[in-house]
């Protein structure tokens, strides 16, 4: 791989080969069956093969075809054992490396973006990257006042490769969709051309990660590299070593897992509730699992390492409360009250009549894990979700389809399934209850209005005029500082 492919004819050939090759090789399988070779032999040799090709090429050719891997890559809990084997290796390669891009490329970016004499800028860096995504790789380098960075450089060509491949990968969605039994590959594939412009954006990506930094200074659980420079195409942020998150997946102990998994699970719901914003690209790639300061230190000492800031959904006031309250009426039966605030927020189009009941036991199963206090996700658990949902026979089926997902709620949704791929992923034992409890707001129900209006007013009553101030001008410092530490 000499350089990333950018002519759209040349992306659009490659990709458009994807589908014939997959018709090719089911033509293959039926003569291998015919000469007496067995149908399982067969069908595990197809689908090793198929694995090989299409993640071959997602992964040189980058941009969206590479991102869309990505995003995959989380679901191949949701495949059969049988069928998810030959797909696994394949599918992790996407989620930490991809063929890199030529030295001399990165060095015509670094000098466009950072000036002729960018090496001063650096007291060490280093032309092999350590790790490429889908529109950039990033290369570990000593920035001028001595602090380790990550130094990130985006791809030349990166956003008409980016619109190319989706384009391209929306026209045979279809062919695509049985990779992930029970996803609608589509609509997946739209809301990332939708962001495209933002993907692209470093300035944006600076300031989501700066925001996230600030919050979590000294937070014993979750760390945030910050923000040391951004220009246009080149992003340097700190550098945090760890153990990837594919590694821990591959080979971490249980307690690795489960302080990994609980960890995921709290920056997914925190986040949100602390800076307005949710992290929108939940790969393993994405993720570091820390180990404590000194060797003795206990698994409760490890923390989570959070990169790549590129995807956000920005939500001001966290996520919706209308999702905590439908999960807590959910678990307590309530299916008419469910039911309602579904068809108030649009989940159930106003056209559509549906039985209560039958939504609330479609709901059940996929929220088990909020019903109990530790819940096991595992692979096996994620089959039978996506075997319930995808099989045309089944009643969960049919209602899932006249369900609608309102476009407010598009990204929130995918973020939710892609993290909880990955839990499954790990194999963790995880208190999610826990982590809902505290984070989303409606989960819990809010105490009587006397109770709370009582306690309210006592607030209220010994809160000063000064101390209102003061408290506004602390805020007021907040978010000034955050400005000034993204410029």
């Known amino acids: 791989m000499s350089d990333l492919p950018r002519k759209a004819v040349t992306r659009t050939a490659r990709l458009a080969a994807l589908p014939l090759g997959i018709a090719g090789r089911a033509t293959w399988g039926l003569g291998k069956r015919i000469g007496g070779k067995s149908a399982e032999l067969v069908a595990r040799e197809l689908q090793q093969r198929?694995?090989?090709?299409?993640?071959?090429?997602?992964?040189?050719?980058?941009?969206?075809?590479?991102?869309?891997?990505?995003?995959?890559?989380?679901?191949?809990?949701?495949?059969?054992?049988?069928?998810?084997?030959?797909?696994?290796?394949?599918l992790t390669k996407l989620q930490d490396a991809a063929p890199p891009m030529p030295t001399r490329t990165v060095h015509t970016v670094l000098e466009d973006r950072l000036g002729e004499e960018?090496?001063?800028?650096?007291?060490?860096?280093?032309?092999?990257?350590?790790a490429a995504a889908s529109i950039g790789q990033v290369h570990r380098a000593v920035w001028h006042d001595g602090r380790e960075v990550a130094v990130k450089v985006q791809y030349p060509g990166a956003g008409e490769a980016l619109l190319s491949d989706l384009t391209q990968l929306s026209r045979f969605a279809r062919l695509l969709g049985p990779l992930i039994p029970g996803m609608d590959i589509k609509p997946l594939i739209a809301e990332m051309r939708d962001r495209v412009s933002e993907e692209l954006d470093y300035g944006l990506e600076a300031h989501a990660q700066q925001t996230h930094a600030e919050e979590f200074t000294d937070d014993p659980d979750v760390v945030?590299?910050?923000?040391?420079?951004?220009?246009?195409?080149?992003?340097?942020?700190?550098?945090?070593?760890?153990?990837?998150?594919?590694?821990?997946?591959?080979?971490?102990?249980?307690?690795?897992?489960?302080?990994?998994?609980?960890?995921?699970?709290?920056?997914?719901?925190?986040?949100?509730?602390?800076?307005?914003?949710?992290?929108?690209?939940?790969?393993?790639?994405?993720?570091?699992?820390?180990?404590?300061a000194n060797e003795e230190d206990g698994p409760e000492s490890w923390r989570l390492g959070v990169l790549d800031f590129g995807t956000v959904d920005r939500l001001p006031g966290g996520l919706p409360e209308t999702i905590g309250t439908c999960l807590r009426l959910t678990l307590?039966?309530?299916?008419?009250?469910?039911?309602?605030?579904?068809?108030?927020?649009?989940?159930?189009?106003?056209?559509?009549?549906?039985?209560?009941?039958?939504?609330?036991?479609?709901?059940?199963?996929?929220?088990?894990?909020?019903?109990?206090?530790?819940?096991?996700?595992?692979?096996?658990?994620?089959?039978?979700?996506?075997?319930?949902?995808?099989?045309?026979?089944?009643?969960?089926?049919?209602?899932?389809?006249?369900?609608?997902?309102?476009?407010?709620?598009?990204?929130?949704h995918r973020v939710t399934l892609s993290t909880i791929g990955v839990l499954c992923q790990l194999n963790a034992q995880?208190?999610?209850?826990?982590?809902?409890?505290?984070?989303?707001?409606?989960?819990?129900?809010?105490?009587?209005?006397?109770?709370?209006?009582?306690?309210?007013?006592?607030?209220?009553?010994?809160?000063?005029?000064?101390?209102?101030?003061?408290?506004?001008?602390?805020?007021?410092?907040?978010?000034?500082?955050v400005e000034a530490g993204v410029e």
Not at 84 to 90: C, D, H, L, T
Not at 440 to 450: I, T, W
């Open 332 to 412: 307590e039966g309530e299916a008419e009250e469910v039911y309602e605030l579904l068809r108030e927020e649009g989940f159930v189009k106003e056209s559509m009549h549906l039985d209560p009941e039958a939504v609330l036991e479609y709901l059940v199963p996929i929220i088990e894990p909020a019903a109990v206090e530790a819940f096991d996700f595992s692979r096996g658990w994620m089959r039978t979700q996506a075997a319930r949902i995808a099989d045309p026979r089944s009643p969960a089926h049919q209602l899932g389809r006249q369900l609608n997902l309102p476009p407010s709620y598009l990204l929130i």
């Open 224 to 292: 945030v590299p910050r923000v040391v420079h951004q220009g246009e195409q080149v992003l340097v942020t700190e550098w945090i070593d760890g153990i990837p998150l594919s590694e821990v997946i591959a080979d971490g102990s249980e307690e690795q897992r489960n302080r990994a998994g609980q960890l995921l699970a709290r920056f997914l719901f925190s986040g949100p509730a602390r800076t307005g914003l949710l992290h929108a690209d939940p790969h393993p790639g994405n993720f570091r699992l820390l180990p404590g």
């Open 118 to 130: 960018w090496r001063e800028l650096f007291l060490e860096f280093e032309d092999k990257p350590a």
């Open 50 to 90: 198929t694995a090989d090709q299409l993640f071959k090429v997602l992964g040189e050719l980058k941009g969206g075809a590479m991102k869309f891997g990505q995003a995959l890559s989380v679901f191949e809990s949701a495949l059969p054992e049988e069928v998810a084997g030959p797909y696994r290796a394949a």
């Open 430 to 481: 995880v208190r999610l209850r826990d982590e809902l409890a505290e984070w989303l707001p409606g989960f819990v129900e809010a105490e009587s209005g006397v109770e709370s209006g009582v306690e309210s007013g006592v607030e209220s009553g010994v809160e000063s005029e000064e101390e209102s101030e003061e408290e506004s001008g602390v805020e007021a410092g907040v978010e000034a500082g």
